[in-house]
């Protein structure tokens, strides 16, 4: 079978199913991305061309192997007792999310930061819009491009 036959026989979900499955995968990545220190997970979530744009930091990634390998540096680097930790919220009633056929789902919306150093209070430090391209393959869910953008600082 082609990869084009592949690719169209992939049965996306719709309406809530598919908003409610993006909404788990996004949450499940982000809580492994920011929370935990999970290199080997973070790049089962990601398929091998994974890119990332962000209107600060720019070009972040363009494969996937060394944006992990990035990650676990920083995530090792953050178990230190005095070490800055951040956490993503999803702005849930931002939420929309759309389908494409024969690939996966677009996923939009707003997400709050907070950043705590140490085990000291948590604070709101800024948000951002965001667009993610998920693609559905045999192993679930995958994280294939993020665009990051918009970022301010919270009020």
Known sequence: MSLLALALSIAIPDGAA???????????FFDVFFDGCEPERVRAML??????????AGVVATSADPFVADYAVQCTARLQPDAWR?????VAESLLVNPVPGF????????????RRGDGPERLA??????????????????????????AAAE
């Open 47 to 56: 398929t091998d061309d994974f890119e990332m744009y962000h209107d600060r």
């Open 18 to 28: 598919l908003t409610d499955a993006i909404r788990a995968r996004d949450a499940e």
């Open 126 to 151: 800024g948000r951002a819009h965001f667009v993610q391209l998920w693609q559905l393959t045999g192993d679930g869910w995958k994280l294939a491009r993020v665009f990051s953008y918009a970022h």
């Open 86 to 90: 951040s956490r993503r919220e999803l």
């Open 104 to 115: 996966g789902a677009i996923e939009q919306g707003d997400h709050l930061f907070y950043e």
